[in-house]
Antibody, heavy 122, light 108 residues
């Protein structure tokens, strides 16, 4: 059974940093693109970053470019999102997702974690 | 960046048919994917590549895509279908995924 479990969310002050983790199980992690998607309170879904199979290629939304860094550890089956210089508008639930059996690359998202809430506030 | 437009809300009585649209420039030439999200839960992929259903998704959900509009059709609507629905495509020019703003489906 596929599981994606996020952790690391919480309350942080503007300008602060957080590192999100996503523990994957139930599938061959290194065979799948992984993506972080977020959802601000009461708002829609926003793609923010995805990473290639080996981790040598990373892509970012303009809203987080230069502040967030995605990475993966295939041996440990972990996905990360390092978030620096956080702003109030980064407040959201952050979902770890995988392309899964129905999608290729980061074209769509078969698998979703339950999400972790990040709140940026003074 | 490619823009997807969804109506904010659709209402339908139980047993009727709901149609949720997703508009985009020549969207008929690219694959559209749909997600269902219920309150407090993560989204679930309910259609991929315009009209294919992942395992476990009822046949009552179907999709079409032509011209500038993709449509998610839900036949014989049930209370279970009440949720937010998001369309999503791959923006070739930007090399990244794009989501529509979402449609709230209310079952009357």
């Amino acid at each position: 059974q596929v599981q994606l479990v996020e952790s690391g969310g919480g309350l942080v002050k503007p300008g602060g940093s957080l590192r999100l983790s996503c523990a994957a199980s139930g599938f061959s992690f290194s065979d799948h693109y992984m993506t972080w998607i977020r959802q601000a309170p009461g708002k829609g879904l926003e793609w923010i970053s995805y990473i290639s199979l080996s981790g040598d290629a990373m892509y970012y939304a303009e809203s987080v470019k230069g502040r967030f860094t995605i990475s993966r550890d295939n041996a440990k089956k972990l996905l990360y999102l390092q978030m620096n210089s956080l702003r109030a508008e980064d407040t959201a639930v952050y979902y770890c997702t995988g392309d899964g059996p129905y999608c290729s690359g980061a074209s769509c998202f078969s698998w979703w974690g339950q999400g972790t809430l990040v709140t940026v506030s003074s | 960046s490619y823009v997807l437009t969804q109506s904010p809300a659709v209402s339908v009585a139980p047993g009727q048919t709901a149609r949720i649209t997703c508009g985009g420039n020549n969207i008929g030439t690219i694959s559209v994917h749909w997600y269902q999200q219920k309150p407090g839960q993560a989204p679930v992929l309910v259609l991929y590549d315009d009209s294919d259903r992942p395992s476990g998704i009822p046949e009552r959900l179907s999709g079409s895509n032509s011209g500038n509009t993709a449509t998610l059709t839900i036949s014989r609507v049930e209370a279970w279908d009440e949720a937010d629905y998001y369309c999503q495509v791959w923006d070739i020019s930007g090399d990244h995924p794009v989501f529509g703003g979402g449609t709230k489906l209310t079952v009357l």
